[in-house]
Structure formats: C-alpha cells, structure tokens
C-alpha cells in the first residue's frame, strides 16, 4: 500500500542554519504531496504541497521539490528562526483520480524540530 | 472565513463515563476526517465521511467508538466507555473533493485534547 517515510527526530539546529529533512514515499500512481505543520498546541497546518512530478513547492522560505525518479519530497529551508520549531509532517494523497478514496492522505509519522538561538 | 471548529478544546472524564466531541466543517466541504494523535502512536485516521456518508471505519479502535455526521455542518465523535488509554489528541478536519476543484489538503481543526483518568 502507499506509504511515506520521514527522517527520524528530533532535529535540534541553531537558528540561521540550514534545514533539510528527508521524506519517501511508496504510492501506486501519481499522487500530490503536501507538507505540514503542527506548531505547540495547534492544529496541522498546510505548509506547502506539489501535484506533478518536478514541481517545487515553496512558503515561508521553506521548499520542498517532487522527484519521481527518487520517490521524495524533501523539505528544506536555507536559514531557519526559533519560530520554525514545530513537527513537520509529509504526507501523500492516495490518487488524483477523483475517486473517494484519493481524498484520504497518508502521513509519516512527523519529525520534531527545535531551533536554538 | 471561518475554519473547521471544534469542541470542547480540552475534557477530562472519569473511566467508564461517555465522551461526546464536536466538529464543524469548513462550509462548503465535502470530506470530513477525524484523527487521533498520541506520543506513542503518532496521527491516526479514526474515520471518514464524504456527503455525511461514513466512507472508511477502518481506523476506529474499536466497538466503544462511533461517529455520526447527521448533516453537513456537524459531526460528533463519542467514546462509551472511556479508558484512560483513549487520552490523545483528537482533531477533526475537511476537505473538498468536488470534481475538478479538489486539491486534496485537508484543513485541520485545533483539536480537542481528551484526558480520562
């Protein structure tokens, strides 16, 4: 079945540093994928998403490009701020196809990031 | 506008007592998930509807869980019995999947954090 994985937390960098944290999937098909954040006692929040392959999502600095050859969505931001401390979460959606089903997305199972000043 | 509410932010219970939470989906959305987060366990899918349909139950832990969707704009979660290992997170969420206007994000409320003692 689809599936993604993500980088193992937590994650602990200094603020200005440069931030990557991997993500994989496994889907039949041609699904979008999406990142998200949860900030401390919140809710997920959409932080950027590609539906085609090559595509580069990008918000708040942070960019994540789809590569098909490679199955990942890695995220990444040049220079991160203590703001940025959250769990990311990559996520897929099962099919574009329109079917009931494609609207049900998988997630991995989030990595937490703290930045220090 | 507004975004998917929920209700209440925060209950503790007692074991054994029944546990009703509440959601309002984004108006005009289609899809409704209910997820549960725990330390252990990450984010799980409990459920989902698309039209006030239950479309995949499969998530639900168990017979102590049901959720209904008696209109567009509501949908309720309940336990009965609650357990303490029910403590978590819950958090509702909608979305679109009108054809040829999906996106497939989801958009999450601000969860209703469950403590049963």
């Known amino acids: 079945g689809n599936s993604v994985t993500q980088m193992e937390g937590p994650v602990t960098l200094s603020e200005e540093a440069f931030l990557t944290i991997n993500c994989t999937y496994t889907a039949t098909g041609y699904p979008s994928l999406f990142w998200y954040v949860q900030y401390p006692g919140e809710g997920l929040q959409l932080l950027l998403k590609a539906t085609k392959a090559d595509d580069k999502g990008s918000n708040k600095g942070f960019e994540a490009t789809y590569r098909k050859e490679t199955t990942s969505f890695h995220l990444e931001k040049g220079s991160v701020q203590v703001s940025d401390s959250a769990v990311y979460f990559c996520?897929?959606?099962?099919?574009?196809?329109?079917?009931?089903?494609?609207?049900?997305?998988?997630f991995g199972q989030g990595t937490r990031l703290t930045i220090n000043p | 506008d507004a975004g998917v509410i929920q209700s209440p932010r925060h209950e503790v219970t007692e074991m054994g007592q029944e546990v009703t939470l509440r959601c309002k989906p984004i108006?005009?959305?289609?899809?409704l998930f209910w997820y549960r987060q725990t330390m252990m366990r990450g984010l799980e899918l409990l459920i989902y509807?698309?039209?006030?349909?239950?479309?995949?139950d499969s998530g639900m832990p168990e017979d102590r869980f049901s959720a209904k969707m008696p209109n567009a704009s509501f949908s309720t979660l309940k336990i009965q019995p609650s357990e303490p290992r029910d403590s978590a997170v819950y958090f509702c969420?909608?979305?679109?999947?009108?054809?040829?206007?999906?996106?497939?994000?989801?958009?999450f409320g601000p969860g209703t954090r469950l403590t049963v003692t």
């Open positions: 969420a909608s979305s679109s999947g009108l054809a040829g206007r999906s996106t497939y994000e989801q958009y």
């Open positions: 996520a897929l959606s099962q099919s574009p196809s329109g079917l009931q089903g494609a609207q049900k997305l998988v």
């Open positions: 108006s005009g959305h289609d899809y």
């Open positions: 509807f698309n039209n006030n349909v239950p479309i995949d």
